[in-house]
């Protein structure tokens, strides 16, 4: 199984539609974040949270929401979906205290809002 | 300006070549330096660290030039598998362990 794990792969959805997106890890990393991925954009910070009671907004929250339910499990919810949200989602983790942050990845998730 | 810029290609070059990219970032106070490998539609992998005095993992080398805020990827003996998509990272002061991207360098490697 992956470290990082993120469900669905991929998911087509119409606009004004709710959507989660899932992401567990097996690391045991405290730190976990999304990314979104726009071509030529690279991948830009949505939210992250450092313990199951921290969320912070990273460069682009709107439209986005997040849950910590627990130190493995951060899911990201599009509230009221928009076709420019259509990306490559990305969930990441760390542990702090390491010499370089060490980011592992999911696989990503293809969300297309039409 | 973006915090990080790169040319996004992209490069082509044949089996065998030598390739360099570089990077430019904004932020005087980023602490740390990455070079991520991004084949298509998959996840980004950490490649290397990057330190100022230069480090080496075989064919590839990475420089960090502070005073002049660039980073460098040197790539030897090209192969066809080097082939995907470079991403610069940096890490500034305050920002704990996040991560910032650059948009990506495409390389092609051809026979």
């Known amino acids: 199984d992956a470290d990082v794990t993120q469900t669905p792969r991929n998911r087509i959805t119409k606009t004004g539609k709710r959507i989660m997106l899932e992401c567990s890890q097996t690391?045991?990393?405290?730190?976990m974040y999304w990314y979104r991925q726009d071509p030529g954009l690279g991948l830009r910070l949505i939210y992250y949270?450092?313990?199951?009671?921290?969320?912070n907004k990273g460069e682009i929250s709107d439209g986005y929401s997040v849950s910590r339910q627990a130190q493995a499990k951060f899911s990201l919810s599009l509230e009221s979906a928009i076709p420019n949200q259509t990306a490559l989602y990305f969930c990441a983790t760390s542990e702090p205290g390491q010499s370089f942050p060490g980011y592992t990845f999911g696989s990503g998730t293809r969300l297309t809002v039409v | 300006r973006k915090e990080v810029e790169q040319d996004p290609g992209p490069f082509n070059v044949p089996e065998g070549a030598t390739v360099a990219f570089n990077c430019t970032y904004s932020n005087s106070a980023s602490q740390s330096f990455f070079w991520y490998r991004q084949d298509c539609r998959k996840e980004p992998k950490l490649l290397m660290s990057?330190?100022?005095s230069g480090n080496e993992d075989g064919r590839f080398t990475a420089q960090l030039n502070r005073a002049s805020q660039y980073i460098s990827l040197l790539i030897r003996d090209s192969k066809l598998s080097d082939s995907a998509t470079y991403l610069c990272?940096?890490?500034?002061?305050?920002?704990?362990?996040?991560?910032?991207f650059g948009t990506g360098t495409r390389l092609q490697v051809t026979l």
């Open positions: 990272v940096v890490t500034s002061t305050g920002t704990a362990s996040k991560l910032t």
């Open positions: 690391k045991g990393h405290d730190r």
């Open positions: 949270s450092f313990d199951v009671k921290d969320i």
């Open positions: 990057v330190y100022s």
